[in-house]
């Protein structure tokens, strides 16, 4: 969820913000979410040698979590995808080409799966992760 502070350049120049992957629903975690679960795994021998997928509560599309930021801040803000070459060509200003190779291969491709809704931090916690929106108010003051 912390990646929507990549916004923040965009923000202060205006209202939209752009990226790529637009119809690709991520299902993003809160940094307090991955926290507490590495801290149960890290301070409990009962997940030695096991790994975890983690996610959040809930699959968005970047244009849902903009729509969210903007409630959350009472602000003006849309959301307007990248088409591939835009993409791309921003992406590589940012990263080597294997690394926007990846990410497309992830993303455009589906070779990696973000979208699901893993039980992780409900199974390690014994708490629902939290939502995009409670981060979104929780951080609203850096967006407006």
């Not at 990646?3 to 790529?20: F, I, K, S």
């Not at 455009?108 to 390690?124: F, I, K, S, Y």
């Amino acid at each position: 969820m912390s990646n929507a502070y990549r916004w923040l350049p965009e923000l202060a120049e205006g209202d939209v913000v752009h990226g790529p992957f637009g119809d690709v629903p991520i299902a993003t975690i809160d940094p307090d979410d991955l926290g507490a679960v590495a801290a149960r795994a890290l301070t409990t021998a009962d997940h030695e040698g096991k790994t975890y997928r983690l996610s959040g509560p809930e699959a968005l599309r970047p244009a849902e979590q903009v729509e969210i930021m903007a409630q959350a801040t009472g602000r003006e803000m849309r959301f307007e995808a990248w088409s591939d070459e835009e993409a791309r060509a921003e992406m590589e200003k940012a990263m080597p080409k294997e690394y926007v190779d990846a990410f497309f291969s992830f993303f455009a491709d589906g070779t990696v799966d973000e979208t699901t809704v893993h039980p992780t931090v409900r199974d390690l916690t014994g708490r629902e992760p939290r939502s995009f929106e409670r981060w979104a108010h929780e951080h609203a003051d850096a967006f407006r």
